[in-house]
């Protein structure tokens, strides 16, 4: 199941930052979520 979590996005070089719900999704076969 996919899970939020805040995180810090930068949209560009030198671009300013914004803290964001971010959803995260399940991880595929051969992946992991850390």
Do not use: F, L, S
């Not at 979590?5 to 850390?34: F, L, S, Y």
């Amino acid at each position: 199941m996919p899970h939020q979590v805040r995180g810090v996005v930068a949209r560009g070089k030198g671009a300013p930052v914004t803290v964001e719900t971010i959803t995260v999704p399940d991880p595929g076969p051969g992946e992991a979520v850390v």
